[in-house]
């Protein structure tokens, strides 16, 4: 169920952050560099860590969770738009039609932490 709700993360973000019409909700931009490793990271994480978990490859599965963290890192620099700014021309808070603030990404990008917490530990103490 984890595994899913990790997928849903990956692309709801990507969804919500690529189109090309609206301008990113926070305060301030971000490189697409960084969605598009989100992406391409979440997209490597599912294709290793589910064959690793159903063959308990602990090789895939490592590999896997390797690319998981890159997937939270990657959510984390996100994350990171909401971030206040002290700078006398800062520009204000941009919302759009999915939240009035950052309380859905932090939802995602938190749990997606928590969730390569979770799978690290599956990996390294449960050993698969």
């Known amino acids: 169920m984890l595994t899913a709700l990790a997928a849903v993360v990956v692309l709801l973000t990507r969804i919500r952050l690529a189109s090309p019409t609206h301008r990113p909700a926070g305060r301030s931009d971000f490189s697409k560099s960084v969605l598009t490793t ?15 978990l159903l063959l308990t490859s602990v090789p895939l599965a490592v590999l896997g969770l390797l690319a998981w ?16 700014s002290g700078g006398r021309h800062a ?13 859905l990404s932090l939802l995602a990008h938190l749990g997606m932490l ?15």
């Open 114 to 128: 928590v969730g390569a917490l979770t799978f690290t530990w599956i990996v390294l103490a449960q050993g698969i």
């Open 69 to 84: 963290w890159v997937v939270a890192a990657a959510g984390l620099l996100l994350l990171a738009r909401w971030l206040p």
């Open 91 to 103: 520009g204000d808070v941009v919302t759009d039609e999915w939240s009035q603030g950052p309380g």
């Open 38 to 52: 989100h992406t391409a990271a979440g997209v490597v994480a599912l294709l290793l860590w589910v064959p690793g």
